[in-house]
Nanobody, 125 residues
Framework: QVQLVESGGGLVQAGGSRRLSCVASGLTFTNYAMGWFRQAPGKEREFVAAVSWTGEGTSYADSLKGRFTISRNNARNTVYLQVNSLKPEDTAVYYC??????????????????WGQGTRVTVSS
């Protein structure tokens, strides 16, 4: 059974930072590219970041470049999202997901085969 389990969310003051983690099991981790998405209250799920199976290639939503960093540790079957300089509008449930790297449309939720349950990040002003 494939499982993706996120952690690291919580309450943080504006300007603060968090590191989100996603541990994968039940799949060969290096066979998958990975992504992070988020969904704020009342809004649609949006792309945050993606990383190739090697960790060498990364992509970000334009509005988040410079504040968010995605990485992975294949030995630990884990993908990370470092979030810095947080703003109240970053408040959302953050999801990790696994994608067949043959599908290059990393920004589309439909490209991902497996999803975690999400971890909530709440940014206070």
């Amino acid at each position: 059974q494939v499982q993706l389990v996120e952690s690291g969310g919580g309450l943080v003051q504006a300007g603060g930072s968090r590191r989100l983690s996603c541990v994968a099991s039940g799949l060969t981790f290096t066979n998958y590219a990975m992504g992070w998405f988020r969904q704020a209250p009342g809004k649609e799920r949006e792309f945050v970041a993606a990383v190739s199976w090697t960790g060498e290639g990364t992509s970000y939503a334009d509005s988040l470049k410079g504040r968010f960093t995605i990485s992975r540790n294949n030995a630990r079957n884990t993908v990370y999202l470092q979030v810095n300089s947080l703003k109240p509008e970053d408040t959302a449930v953050y999801y990790c997901a696994a994608r067949n790297p043959l599908n290059s449309r990393y920004e589309s939720s439909l490209s991902y085969d497996y999803w975690g349950q999400g971890t909530r990040v709440t940014v206070s002003s």
